[in-house]
């Protein structure tokens, strides 16, 4: 199979005349614009964009790409760095128009289009008073940070997203349209709770939902003088925290435009609003922060109090893994990189697991990250295209030199397009092997391999 196969003029007559979305080659109107994903450096140019509205369309464009031998890839929010959602000279499945989204409040349970991103999950969910949860970011997919796990402000107290879902309508290579549970097909259900896009295309998902109207959260930032004190502060004081408080650090730089670099602590807390203001107040009490910014509100507004520092379009270029500790030399080696900092825009993230994630077992999910800890990413975001090379050696180097305290073990949602030949063994470890038989079972010719891929073993 070659991305660049021609496409067979009545082979397209024949999709055209039944697809009820949108067929796009180079040229037509809307391809530049439909062409882009969240990630600026992504310049891909597929030979069919099809933007499907339902199951039936999805079934007929992978048909269409199979027949056609064209390398397939699959847009859900658009939002993954590697920029596996579009293709050079292939089909991209583009499921950004389906926006369906059900929600039953009785049964507390949601269910969703592939095109959803969280923005509009959380606003449907909110009118319920539930929620589950999703990505930190609103205008991230649904889709993507749920096959590869997905882990948000709720994580603590529910889990990643995969430890929610209840099921998911997957079109197979084959073209079979399959409703995957635990009951149905325990397999491959088990495998999509982490296995990205290796198995199908999900055009939807169900995920149950629970009660939740108010957070406590928000933003407490301290000059970056402070920045060992604070993050020292901040590993002891995640070490016992209630599942209802998800503490993130960042060393990032003021939202204010000003460019000063900050060591921010990103707070969020699901329990009763009396419990919640007790057990964050040691947060506001420690150090002098230049900016307390912590309260009641909704959790819809919760998920985008970060959106402004991940424009669409911006160039992105991340690197990341778990820490085998937050020790004080991680801490310094991190705080003397991002004094460095070639932008304004970059953050270095410290995204601590703890409570409901930590008590799913290492096998009952294809994720394998289970253990209290952080996860270090380094979050690289620029605007100059002159900069890129500049940015993307400073990544690199700071993720080298934070290397000694890392665990070899991935995060798979976050690793970008060069990463070495065992990171994705690294982020499914003891689970790679069963994932790898049920990618034979699926889809043994590897139809779905634009993606972090898991090859199927030769039979
Ligand atoms: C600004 C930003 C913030 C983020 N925040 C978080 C966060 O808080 N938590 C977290 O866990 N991750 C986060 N991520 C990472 C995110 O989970 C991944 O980028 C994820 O891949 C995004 O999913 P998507 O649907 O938006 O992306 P896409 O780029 O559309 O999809 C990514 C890949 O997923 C697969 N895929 C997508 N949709 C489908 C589908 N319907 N069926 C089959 N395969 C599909 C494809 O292989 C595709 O290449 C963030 C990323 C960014 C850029």
Same mark, same amino acid.
């Given at each position: ?124 969910? #909110? *009118?319920? !008073?539930?929620?589950?949860?999703? =990505? &930190?970011? %609103? ?7 749920? @096959? ?42 088990? #495998? *999509?709770? !982490?296995?990205?896009?290796?198995? =199908? &295309?999900? %055009? ?7 009660? @939740? ?45 000003? !460019? ?5 602590? &990103? ?193």
């Amino acid at each position: 199979m070659t991305a660049q196969a021609a496409i067979d003029t009545d082979r397209f007559k024949s999709l055209a005349s039944t697809f009820s979305g949108v067929l796009l080659r180079p040229g037509d109107d809307g391809y530049e614009d439909a062409r882009r994903i969240h990630n600026g450096l992504i310049d891909k140019r597929p030979a069919l964009i099809a933007r499907c509205r339902g199951t039936a369309d999805i079934a007929d464009a992978i048909a269409f790409a199979r027949e056609s031998g064209l390398e397939i890839s699959v847009r859900g929010g658009g939002h993954n760095v590697a920029g596996r959602a579009v293709t050079d000279g292939g089909a991209m499945i583009d499921l950004s128009l389906m926006k369906g989204i059900h929600v039953d409040p009785g049964a507390r349970t949601v269910r969703v289009q592939g095109g959803v991103t969280w923005r509009e999950f959380n606003r449907e969910t #909110a *009118l319920h !008073g539930l929620a589950t949860t999703g =990505g &930190v970011v %609103s205008t991230t997919g649904v889709a993507g940070l749920t @096959l590869g796990g997905g882990l948000g402000w709720l994580l603590g107290k529910h889990g990643l997203s995969v430890d929610n879902l209840i099921s998911v309508e997957l079109v197979t290579a084959a073209g079979d349209v399959l409703n995957v549970t635990a009951d149905e097909r325990p397999d491959l259900f088990w #495998a *999509l709770r !982490g296995g990205g896009g290796n198995f =199908g &295309v999900a %055009s939807s998902f169900a995920f149950r939902a629970h009660p @939740l109207r108010q957070v406590y959260g928000g933003l407490v930032a301290h000059p970056l003088a402070a920045a060992a004190d604070v993050l020292r502060f901040y590993r002891d004081f995640t070490g016992a925290v209630p599942d209802e408080l998800t503490v993130f650090a960042a060393l990032a730089h003021a939202p204010d435009g000003s !460019g000063t670099p900050v060591v921010a602590l &990103v707070v969020c807390h699901c329990g009763a609003p009396e419990q919640a203001a007790k057990d964050v107040r040691p947060l506001l009490e420690f150090g002098t922060p230049v900016l307390v910014q912590v309260g009641p509100m909704p959790y819809p507004v919760m998920n985008t109090i970060l959106d402004e520092g991940f424009p669409r379009g911006a160039l992105n270029y991340w690197k990341s893994s778990f820490m085998k500790a937050l020790d004080d030399d991680a801490i310094g080696t991190m705080i003397d990189r991002f004094a460095a900092c070639p932008s304004m825009m970059t953050n270095i993230v410290l995204e601590h697991f703890h409570g409901a994630v930590t008590r799913v077992a290492v096998t009952d999910t294809a994720v394998p990250h289970r253990e209290a800890g952080y996860n270090f990413l380094v979050a690289s975001v620029w605007a100059d295209p002159g900069t890129t090379d500049e940015n993307i050696a400073w990544t690199r180097a700071t993720y080298a030199a934070q290397e000694p305290f890392l665990a070899r073990k991935r995060y798979v949602n976050y690793l970008d397009d060069d990463e070495p030949r065992d990171a994705i063994p690294n982020a499914y470890g003891s689970n790679y092997a069963r994932l790898a038989e049920i990618k034979r079972r699926y889809d043994p010719g590897n139809l779905f391999r634009l993606n972090q891929n898991i090859e199927p073993p030769r039979a």
